[in-house]
């Protein structure tokens, strides 16, 4: 890292992060708010066309490792059947069969749920990455 660049630069970056704050809910969570809040903005990311390696990408990244720093420290997540974790971690984060349509099917979930199908690797690795969490609880 050249040093140099930010010898003095503080002054200004501390401007300018504080106008990202301003539009953004970006900061360490440090309590349930905070951590609705980071989920909050990860669906509303999770909404947005995003390119790999582009700034709303490395973004919901950084959002979701934050996200899944918080759930690793203060979040229990049942032993139970994959599709009873599902439910409990679409409850948790308030989010409805629907807001999982960039991993499956809303008939799909709306199956998994029911008992009526398992769920596959895929969709239970997509669902670990989404909701930070090991792919054997939907396993």
Do not use: C
């Not at 919901?60 to 229990?76: A, N, P, R, S």
Request: charged residues 25%.
């Amino acid at each position: 890292m050249n040093t140099q660049r930010h010898s003095g630069g503080f002054p200004e970056i501390a401007k300018t992060w504080a106008l990202l704050q301003g539009q953004v809910f970006l900061k360490p969570i440090r309590n349930e708010d905070d951590y609705q809040k980071m989920v909050a903005l990860a669906d509303d990311l999770a909404d947005q066309p995003r390119e790999e390696g582009g700034p709303l990408n490395d973004l919901f990244d950084l959002v979701t490792e934050l996200i899944g720093i918080w759930e690793t420290q203060h979040v229990d997540v049942p032993t139970a059947e994959p599709r009873e974790v599902l439910r409990y971690l679409l409850e948790t984060h308030d989010l409805k069969q629907k807001d999982l349509t960039d991993i499956a099917s809303p008939t799909l979930i709306s199956d998994i749920l029911a008992g009526r199908r398992a769920i596959s690797k895929s969709v239970a690795k997509a669902l670990a990455e989404r909701f930070s969490t090991d792919i054997s609880v939907f396993l």
